[in-house]
Nanobody, 119 residues
Framework: QVQLVESGGGLVQPGGSLRLSCAAS????????MGWYRQAPGKQRELVAT???????NYPDSTKGRFTISRDNAKNTVYLQIDSLKPEDTAVYYC?????????????WGQGTQVTVSS
């Protein structure tokens, strides 16, 4: 069973930056589309960034320009750089993997890391 472990969250002031990490227990990045999601209290989980196995990235309009997803296949790790943090970025951030194996897609989630933006 693949495990995803997020880290890097914390309390940060508005305007600050954070880099979140998602470490996979196996070498899955080359065969997986990876994504970061977030869920604020009382709200639905929403997508914030994706990166394909080929390295293409995509962002919804709400995060475009401030969020950057990247990956290091050798370290089995995906990163999410968040700049110019705003209070509305406060949420639990989750890592997701959609791994393609012999035509089947296997979906995995991490446990989440809390990001709180407050002065």
């Amino acid at each position: 069973q693949v495990q995803l472990v997020e880290s890097g969250g914390g309390l940060v002031q508005p305007g600050g930056s954070l880099r979140l990490s998602c470490a996979a227990s196996e070498s899955i990045l080359s065969s997986s589309a990876m994504g970061w999601y977030r869920q604020a209290p009382g709200k639905q989980r929403e997508l914030v960034a994706t990166i394909t196995s080929g390295g293409s990235t995509n962002y919804p309009d709400s995060t475009k320009g401030r969020f950057t997803i990247s990956r290091d296949n050798a370290k089995n790790t995906v990163y999410l750089q968040i700049d110019s943090l705003k209070p509305e970025d406060t949420a639990v951030y989750y890592c997701n993997a959609n791994r393609l194996i012999r035509g089947l897609v296997y979906n995995y989630w991490g446990q989440g890391t809390q990001v709180t933006v407050s002065s």
